[in-house]
């Protein structure tokens, strides 16, 4: 009955149990920071060799080890098969929670049961762990037997005979459970085989043996010697009265009962203590904290394919958190520490050295360590594949500098967790190709820069009449020095870090392919007018494909690490979101951010799913043809401007390409002047360029002379239903006034009787943003923009001159991602906006 009701609510009993263990886990966090001294242990740890250090880790988790059998045998009796990896975690999980927590066996059960327990037979799991389980405490009651047998033979402490009644009870131990283990009706304690009860008899055997082995080896590396035979009773008794005590780790009664014997025994109350913290923080500490990562690790990962992978989600975005500051944390700590005065004497080849110079060549390390690791952070923060590596030497060589003549623990703890969580993400670590963003030189700056102002400020304040009282024109002059080579150095490693870790130079995107980019808008119905701008070939291609056929197509350029996506991009029905996404994920694997200019509403919506912000940038003017005319008193303006210029000669003519050379020439020279000495801009306006203009027809004004005074261009793209014109330039000297509005009048009469609805007029910029009460900061912003700007360019000059055609007008928008400063990205558009015009592929 009971066992069916496990089995319905065995989902809720893991949660519950995963829920309880990690609240007592942080509660015995907790309980430890309380009752153990770190600062005694550092001073003890202090007092030791490296080497020594080292040893006692590894005997430490060798100790823990043997309890690895347990389940190796527990896995054989319950006939279930796990690989040694899974095996290992979760046994080390158990074994150094249940050490430290117990709770009555309740852990030791419980994780056993959520580990290798079988979902569909929950009562034959629960027999076979109760058959096992009882055995794990065999090997003590062998020892107990030992000791009670050594306080026989041996002359041992008052203290220590006065317990032989306690070790006598626990070593019945071993008797009665092989008693119960023998019963073949008892489903549960019973029916176990020989060969099984010798395995874990010989498994707790060698376990004990590695405790007791290794509380003797912490005994003789602090260098108290004292007899086995005294050492091993009284060891055996405090663990009897801390299991009856039922104290998590058997806290205060095992502690109460080892310092008073050990003092007993000739040490004094110090040394005791100081043995049972070095014994406790590498048999318990240690260990526990791997555990509660693996378990977190094994438990977590049920809990997160329950939940459709959402806490892996939080915690891999918490932990890279954590990371990053951390190191940027741990960088501060190392540059700030420099100021604190270090004696120099254990080191034989600064002590030869002036008391200034040897100061500095002491500390430089600490403020070259701390810069590289806000740089080890930025490039955790990108994700690069050089990490790895980079954080191996640094972590290394920090070490060993910090550990130089004294053992600094804490220092040593922090680095080493922060390096096994960089381990713990090595496989996010993935890229290969990074440019080092504007933001991220900005931000490093500040936290650099920052660091070291505050670094000088407190060195000031501790030292000032080093720093601010220099008398002498010689210390003046070595403290300068010592900061120009500091800097030197710094920005030599910061730089070669930087080139080391952009390993390769990977292109994103693809120059431009005529015959390619044609094939594929052929299959586009309504295509977008800007697709023409890629003929310009001043900006690379992407191309999302599936089956080898081309789907979608972005157009862009590059400058510094930011992507600046030109208008809307080209998609076949169906296909815009898959290549939106895969576009997206591309670009930061690359460690590009994606900025996308002059798109739509549709387009804007969908990426603020991405996580992306907007900003209104303008508006685009569409004339609706069939409303258009120069007829009637609606037309009058418009009439009035063509009949002006006709009467003077001028005609308007519309021409089909190829062009001859004579012709290009011309349009050449009037393309110059107007230009009078600016240079062109390219991105989102076409440029002078004769295999651009070879594309589609153009429209000339000539006088009566028959000399060409203006000419436009009109968009490749452009379709039967929707038009526009590129370049649009007259001759500046020659042209008369009004040429402009009898070019578009007459383009907009043209386009009617070819049968086109709407004619675009182009951006507006900045138009009509950031001018409601309720309108974004950075729309605002543009507004002054906007507003202050008129004097240099006139944008409503602009809007002004348009609205004369009565066009309906469309917003258009920025896109930007959320962790970018919007200021570079407006600053990257700019630059790629004005940047100087060439083709991609000469």
């Excluded at 001073?43 to 690895?68: D, Y």
């Excluded at 402490?157 to 073949?184: H, M």
């Excluded at 055997?205 to 086995?228: E, K």
């Excluded at 954080?391 to 910090?402: E, G, K």
């Amino acid at each position: 009955m009971f066992l069916n009701w496990v089995k319905k609510w065995q989902t809720l009993i893991k949660l519950v149990l995963f829920i309880s263990i990690t609240s007592l886990a942080i509660v015995e966090i907790t309980r430890l920071f309380k009752t153990i001294s770190f600062d005694k242990i550092e001073e003890i740890l202090g007092e030791l060799s490296p080497l020594n250090v080292i040893c006692l880790a590894l005997f430490g988790f060798m100790a823990v080890a043997p309890m690895i059998f347990y389940d190796s045998i527990l896995n054989k009796e319950l006939n279930q098969k796990q690989t040694f990896s899974y095996l290992l975690e979760t046994s080390w999980t158990i074994n150094s929670l249940n050490n430290m927590i117990g709770f009555a066996g309740l852990i030791d059960i419980g994780l056993r049961y959520s580990f290798y327990g079988d979902k569909e037979r929950p009562e034959k799991s629960m027999q076979g762990i109760s058959r096992v389980i009882p055995y794990f405490m065999s090997g003590f009651s062998l020892f107990t037997l030992i000791s009670l047998v050594l306080t026989g033979l041996f002359p041992l402490s008052i203290g220590s005979k006065q317990y032989w009644p306690v070790l006598l009870g626990a070593s019945l131990y071993l008797p009665i459970v092989l008693f119960v283990s023998n019963r073949k009706n008892w489903a549960y304690f019973g029916q176990l085989g020989g060969k099984t009860m010798l395995s874990l008899v010989l498994a707790s055997a060698l376990d004990w043996a590695c405790v007791l082995s290794f509380f003797l080896l912490v005994g003789y590396i602090l260098g108290y010697n004292l007899p086995i035979y005294d050492v091993i009773p009284l060891f055996m008794i405090a663990i009897t009265i801390g299991i009856m005590s039922m104290i998590p780790g058997s806290l205060g009664s095992f502690d109460l009962i080892m310092v008073s014997g050990l003092v007993g025994l000739g040490l004094d109350k110090a040394q005791a203590l100081s043995w049972l913290l070095v014994f406790r923080l590498f048999y318990y500490i240690l260990p526990f904290c791997l555990g509660v990562v693996l378990f977190l690790k094994n438990m977590g990962g049920r809990l997160n394919e329950k939940y459709l992978g959402i806490p892996q989600k939080v915690i891999e975005a918490l932990s890279s958190i954590v990371l990053v500051w951390g190191l940027r944390l741990f960088g501060f700590f190392l540059i700030v520490s420099a100021i604190v005065p270090q004696e120099l004497g254990h080191l034989p080849l600064l002590k030869e050295l002036s008391p200034s110079t040897g100061q500095f060549v002491f500390q430089l390390p600490s403020i070259v360590f701390g810069v590289l690791f806000f740089l080890l952070a930025r490039l955790v923060r990108r994700r690069l594949k050089f990490t790895l590596m980079l954080a191996n030497v640094l972590s290394v060589t920090s070490l060993i500098y910090l550990n130089i003549g004294s053992f600094s623990l804490i220092s040593s703890i922090f680095l080493i967790k922060l390096l096994s969580l960089i381990w713990w993400k090595k496989d996010t670590f993935v890229r290969r190709h990074y440019i080092y963003a504007w933001e991220d030189c900005c931000k490093d700056i500040i936290y650099i820069g920052g660091t070291l102002f505050l670094t000088l400020l407190l060195l000031g304040h501790l030292n000032p009449h080093h720093v601010f009282k220099l008398k002498h024109l010689s210390h003046l002059v070595t403290h300068w020095i010592h900061l120009l080579g500091l800097s030197l150095i710094l920005v030599m490693l910061y730089i070669l870090v930087l080139r080391e870790s952009n390993q390769t130079k990977e292109n994103f995107g693809e120059v431009f392919d005529k015959q390619r980019y044609q094939d594929f808008i052929a299959t586009i119905p309504n295509i977008n007018l800007d697709a023409a701008l890629a003929y310009l070939d001043d900006k690379y291609l992407y191309w999302y494909q599936e089956d080898g056929q081309d789907k979608v197509v972005f157009q862009f350029a590059i400058d510094n690490n930011k992507c600046v996506v030109m208008s809307d991009p080209l998609a076949q029905s169906g296909y815009l979101e898959k290549g939106l996404s895969k576009f997206l994920e591309d670009a930061e694997d690359t460690n590009v951010s994606v900025i996308f200019y002059e798109i739509n509403q549709e387009i804007t919506l969908l990426l603020h799913e991405y996580g992306y912000d907007f900003m209104k940038f303008g508006e685009t003017a569409q004339v609706l043809l069939d409303r258009f005319t120069t007829e009637g008193k609606q037309g009058k303006k418009f009439r009035t401007v063509v009949n002006r210029l006709e009467s003077k000669g001028y005609q308007f003519q519309v021409l089909q390409p190829p062009f001859d050379k004579k012709l290009l020439n011309t349009l050449k020279e009037i393309s110059d002047n107007w230009l009078d000495g600016r240079q062109e801009k390219g991105f989102s306006l076409g440029f002078f360029d004769e295999k651009y203009i070879q594309l589609a027809p153009i429209a000339l004004v000539r006088d009566k002379e028959d000399k060409v005074q203006a000419f436009v261009t009109f968009l490749a793209c452009n379709g039967p239903e929707e038009a526009s014109i590129d370049l649009m330039r007259y001759h500046l000297r020659t042209a008369p006034n009004g040429i402009m509005d009898y070019l578009f009048v007459k383009l907009l009469l043209h386009f009617k009787e070819e049968g086109v609805s709407l004619f675009e007029l182009g951006m507006a910029p900045l138009s009509n943003v950031g001018t409601e009460k309720h309108s974004f900061l950075q729309e605002k912003v543009a507004y002054l923009i906007y507003a202050f700007t008129n004097r240099f360019y006139s944008f409503s000059g602009l809007r002004q001159y348009k609205q004369k055609f009565n066009p309906i007008w469309t917003p258009r928008y920025v896109a930007y991602p959320r962790d970018t400063w919007l200021i570079l990205d407006m600053l990257a558009i700019y630059r790629v906006d004005n940047r100087k015009v060439k083709r991609l592929s000469y």
